[in-house]
Structure formats: C-alpha cells, structure tokens
C-alpha cells in the first residue's frame, strides 16, 4: 500500500496561482503512476493530471492544458502540480492518487492509492 499526503490547497482570486504537493511513502515502488483529480461538489471526480516517476511526461484534462503543469521530484517520492491562471471552476477538493500505469484517459478505477485531498477555492 502507498500513502500519500497533498498539501497546498488554498484560497485564492480568479487569476492567480497555487501549487500542490503529493508525498508518497510505504510500498511506492509498487505504483508507477501519479495522478491528480478533483471533485466539485455534487460532480463526479474528475481527471485533471497525471505523470509518471519513469518518465515525467506529463497529461492533462482539456481543461486545464496550458494552465496547470506537472512536475515530480523522484529523491523527495513527490509529485507536484502547479496551477497557474486559475478560474472559480478550478474549486474543488485535489486528491492524488498512485496507481499501476497509465491509460488514455485516466480513470478513478486505475488508481488504488488516494490522498486525503486539498481544498482549492477561487473566487471571482
């Protein structure tokens, strides 16, 4: 099992900018695959990033390319997203998660280690 602990979530203007952290520890070399998604109140969890420690790449949901990027430091076993030009749709509770690999989308089902998730609100 791997735990993960996010940190980062805040308040902030429609505009500005926030960057989460996701700490990995236990059986970490079991998970290949890091992710973010989020969930809305009365919405569904939704994929919003994901990376993996092999290769850094990152993917994104249409909605945030361009804003949000990803980022991990392998040594620290954290994955970090940075969100830029944030928008009131952005709120949402963040959670990691780590899983086995990835596919195209991701999706919840993939992921069997979660966060306890970060509160994001931005306000208009």
């Known amino acids: 099992q791997v735990q993960l602990v996010e940190s980062g979530g805040g308040t902030v203007q429609a505009g500005g900018s926030l960057r989460l952290s996701c700490t990995a520890s236990?059986?970490?070399?079991?998970?290949?695959?890091m992710a973010w998604f989020r969930q809305a109140p009365g919405k569904e969890r939704e994929f919003v990033s994901a990376?993996?420690?092999?290769?850094?790449?990152?993917y994104f949901a249409d909605s945030v390319k361009g804003r949000f990027t990803i980022s991990r430091n392998n040594a620290k076993n954290t994955v970090y997203l940075q969100m830029n030009s944030l928008k009131p749709e952005d709120t949402a509770v963040y959670y990691c998660?780590?899983?086995?690999?990835?596919?195209?989308?991701?999706?919840?089902?993939?992921?069997?280690?979660w966060g306890q998730g970060t509160q994001v609100t931005v306000s208009s």
């Open positions: 236990g059986r970490t070399f079991s998970s290949s695959a």
């Open positions: 990376t993996t420690w092999s290769s850094g790449i990152g």
């Open positions: 998660a780590a899983g086995i690999a990835l596919r195209s989308p991701p999706v919840v089902a993939d992921f069997g280690s």
